[in-house]
C-alpha cells in the first residue's frame, strides 16, 4: 500500500467511504468515542470542518471502542448523539478497531510506515494526510483539533 488513498471505511450510515475519493485533498482522521474526557472535541472537529472544508479539508470520524470501552452505542445512536451534541455534519466511518491484531487496515499501514510510536493511545488522536495520501502529522488526544499546530499544518497543505 503506498498511501492512505488505498483503503476505504464502511460509513456511519453504511454506504462505501474511499479514501481515494479525497485525492487532491487533504484528510483529518481522528479516532472519536461519545464517553470520553476529549468527547467535546467533536465541536472543534466541526468547527474545522465548517472553516477548512470548503477549501478542501475532509475531516474524517472514526468511532472506535479500542479505549476504555468509551463508544459502546450502535452506529445510529452514534450519528444521533453526534448531530444532536455537536452538530456533526462532517463524515463518519461505521465503528472500528484503530490498534490490536483486529485493527482497521489504515491504522495497521500508518503503525507499520510510521512506527507504533504513532499509534492512537486514546480516543481523540489526529492523523493528518496530505493531498496524496502521506501521512503529515500525528497528534495526541490532548492536542486541540483548533490548535495552531494542527490549523497551520492544514492552511499551508491548502496553500500549497
Given at each position: 500500500?503506498?498511501?492512505?488513498?488505498?483503503?476505504?471505511?464502511?460509513?456511519?450510515?453504511?454506504?462505501?467511504?474511499?479514501?481515494k475519493?479525497?485525492?487532491?485533498?487533504?484528510?483529518?482522521?481522528?479516532?472519536?468515542?461519545?464517553?470520553?474526557?476529549?468527547?467535546?472535541?467533536?465541536?472543534?472537529?466541526?468547527?474545522?470542518?465548517?472553516?477548512?472544508?470548503?477549501?478542501?479539508?475532509?475531516?474524517?470520524?472514526?468511532?472506535?471502542?479500542?479505549?476504555?470501552?468509551?463508544?459502546?452505542?450502535?452506529?445510529?445512536?452514534?450519528?444521533?448523539?453526534?448531530?444532536?451534541?455537536?452538530?456533526?455534519?462532517?463524515?463518519?466511518?461505521?465503528?472500528?478497531?484503530?490498534?490490536?491484531?483486529?485493527?482497521?487496515?489504515?491504522?495497521?499501514?500508518?503503525?507499520g510506515?510510521?512506527?507504533?510510536?504513532?499509534?492512537?493511545?486514546?480516543?481523540?488522536?489526529?492523523?493528518?494526510?496530505?493531498?496524496?495520501?502521506?501521512?503529515?502529522?500525528?497528534?495526541?488526544s490532548?492536542?486541540?483539533?483548533?490548535?495552531?499546530?494542527?490549523?497551520?499544518?492544514?492552511?499551508?497543505?491548502?496553500?500549497?
Amino acid at each position: 500500500m503506498a498511501s492512505a488513498h488505498d483503503f476505504s471505511f464502511k460509513g456511519i450510515d453504511g454506504k462505501e467511504i474511499h479514501l481515494k475519493d479525497y485525492a487532491g485533498k487533504p484528510v483529518l482522521v481522528v479516532n472519536v468515542a461519545s464517553f470520553c474526557g476529549f468527547t467535546p472535541q467533536y465541536s472543534e472537529l466541526q468547527q474545522l470542518h465548517e472553516k477548512y472544508g470548503p477549501k478542501g479539508l475532509v475531516v474524517l470520524g472514526v468511532p472506535s471502542n479500542d479505549f476504555g470501552a468509551q463508544e459502546p452505542k450502535s452506529e445510529a445512536e452514534i450519528k444521533k448523539f453526534c448531530e444532536t451534541s455537536f452538530g456533526v455534519t462532517f463524515p463518519m466511518t461505521a465503528k472500528e478497531n484503530v490498534v490490536g491484531v483486529d485493527a482497521h487496515g489504515l491504522y495497521e499501514w500508518i503503525s507499520g510506515h510510521a512506527g507504533e510510536a504513532v499509534a492512537p493511545k486514546w480516543n481523540f488522536h489526529k492523523f493528518l494526510f496530505d493531498k496524496n495520501g502521506h501521512l503529515a502529522g500525528s497528534w495526541p488526544s490532548k492536542v486541540s483539533p483548533t490548535s495552531k499546530e494542527i490549523t497551520g499544518e492544514i492552511e499551508t497543505m491548502l496553500a500549497g
